[in-house]
């Protein structure tokens, strides 16, 4: 029985069929929570007098400073439920939350970049971002399942550099974008990037006209394309693919521009408005189509999808 606990569907499985030694009449429906380990005393920071507390159990959300138990806040994908406060999430758990289980078929998973132009520090800034995300590169792409609707789908990881735009985060989503035009799917590009990679220059560049030309292809047979905006999205990523969708989409409390406010301070000397890079502001202001809380987000990616495919289903009938 021991070695049943946490995993508790292979143990129901198991059951199945075979002699049942002791009726399990509530099976837990989740993962039986372990004992935290105690916390050593005064081991980290022996100088603070406050009341210790394990790290990795507690979050403090920064909008309202509740502290959320870990777990209640995995099960909200990373969304406060006091204020509806977005954390940051990593790709695959936004395509965990999004996708039908055992759909998604990744691809180019092994592209890596390559330091051509001998930037100091890149092949060192690359090598501790893989290992810190376990990806090779700032975006993961493949087709895959959303509902009913089989979709092209690149999602951009923060994590790594920023989420910023290399070659192969451009080789990678035009790859996407020509197989799911190939296969007349739609494409949905899930964005959080501060902008194009400086270490690869010009190459970092060339990507935005490259992205935003499979995107054309890609309208061109009249296939939808949904960018939405997440975290924080500026400069070049911002400048090609992530502002050309059908439907722009964007989470509460995204930053969206194209330079940071400061710069533009600097260059316009003018006085800013409150708030003028948020998903809130640009909504008002007619840049991005809605705001969607990532709890509804993959509810409403199927609204969107069956009515932007059904005028195609219309005239196929
Ligand atoms: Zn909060």
Same mark, same amino acid.
């Given at each position: 029985?021991?070695?049943?606990?946490?995993?508790?569907?292979?143990?129901?499985?198991?059951?199945?069929?075979?002699?049942?030694?002791?009726?399990?009449?509530?099976?837990?429906?989740?993962?039986?929570?372990?004992?935290?380990?105690?916390?050593?005393?005064?081991?980290?920071?022996?100088?603070?007098?406050?009341?210790?507390?394990?790290?990795?159990?507690?979050?403090?959300?920064?909008?309202?400073?509740?502290?959320?138990?870990?777990?209640?806040?995995?099960?909200?994908?990373?969304?406060?439920?006091?204020?509806?406060?977005?954390?940051?999430?990593?790709?695959?758990?936004?395509?965990?939350?999004?996708?039908?289980?055992?759909?998604?078929?990744?691809?180019?998973?092994?592209?890596?970049?390559?330091?051509?132009?001998?930037?100091?520090?890149?092949?060192?800034?690359?090598?501790?971002?893989?290992?810190?995300?376990?990806?090779?590169?700032?975006?993961?792409?493949?087709?895959?399942?959303?509902?009913?609707?089989?979709?092209?789908?690149?999602?951009?990881?923060?994590?790594?550099? &920023? @989420?910023? #735009?290399? /070659?192969?985060?451009?080789?990678?989503?035009?790859? %996407?974008? +020509?197989?799911?035009?190939?296969? !007349?799917?739609?494409?949905?590009?899930?964005?959080?990037?501060?902008?194009?990679?400086?270490?690869?220059?010009?190459?970092?560049?060339?990507?935005?006209?490259?992205?935003?030309?499979?995107?054309?292809?890609?309208?061109?047979?009249?296939?939808?394309?949904?960018?939405?905006?997440?975290?924080?999205?500026? &400069? @070049?990523? #911002?400048? /090609?693919?992530?502002?050309?969708?059908?439907?722009? %989409?964007? +989470?509460?409390?995204?930053?969206? !521009?194209?330079?940071?406010?400061?710069?533009?301070?600097?260059?316009?000397?003018?006085?800013?408005?409150?708030?003028?890079?948020?998903?809130?502001?640009?909504?008002?202001?007619?840049?991005?189509?809605?705001?969607?809380?990532?709890?509804?987000?993959?509810?409403?990616?199927?609204?969107?999808?069956?009515?932007? @495919?059904?005028?195609?289903?219309?005239?196929?009938?």
């Amino acid at each position: 029985m021991s070695m049943n606990i946490g995993t508790t569907t292979v143990f129901a499985k198991k059951s199945l069929g075979v002699e049942i030694i002791e009726p399990a009449l509530t099976p837990p429906t989740h993962k039986i929570p372990t004992l935290p380990a105690k916390p050593k005393l005064g081991s980290s920071k022996p100088k603070s007098k406050r009341r210790d507390i394990p790290e990795g159990l507690w979050t403090k959300c920064p909008k309202c400073n509740t502290m959320i138990f870990d777990k209640e806040l995995d099960e909200n994908l990373k969304v406060c439920p006091k204020c509806n406060h977005h954390f940051p999430i990593t790709a695959r758990e936004r395509i965990h939350s999004l996708v039908e289980t055992c759909t998604f078929e990744e691809m180019d998973a092994d592209m890596s970049s390559v330091d051509i132009l001998k930037f100091a520090s890149y092949e060192s800034k690359l090598e501790r971002d893989r290992k810190a995300t376990l990806l090779k590169d700032a975006v993961v792409t493949g087709l895959c399942k959303i509902g009913a609707h089989r979709v092209g789908l690149g999602v951009m990881e923060f994590g790594f550099m &920023g @989420g910023s #735009m290399g /070659s192969v985060v451009g080789e990678k989503l035009t790859r %996407l974008i +020509e197989r799911s035009t190939e296969k !007349g799917l739609p494409v949905i590009i899930i964005s959080a990037s501060g902008g194009a990679r400086m270490q690869e220059g010009a190459f970092s560049l060339m990507q935005m006209a490259k992205t935003s030309g499979a995107l054309a292809y890609h309208a061109q047979r009249r296939l939808p394309y949904l960018s939405i905006l997440t975290q924080s999205d500026y &400069g @070049g990523v #911002m400048a /090609s693919y992530a502002s050309l969708g059908d439907l722009i %989409l964007a +989470e509460p409390g995204a930053l969206i !521009g194209f330079a940071g406010p400061r710069v533009i301070k600097d260059t316009t000397q003018a006085e800013l408005p409150p708030g003028f890079q948020t998903a809130e502001f640009l909504l008002d202001h007619g840049l991005i189509d809605a705001i969607i809380s990532r709890r509804e987000m993959k509810e409403q990616l199927i609204t969107y999808l069956d009515f932007m @495919g059904s005028g195609k289903k219309a005239a196929a009938s």
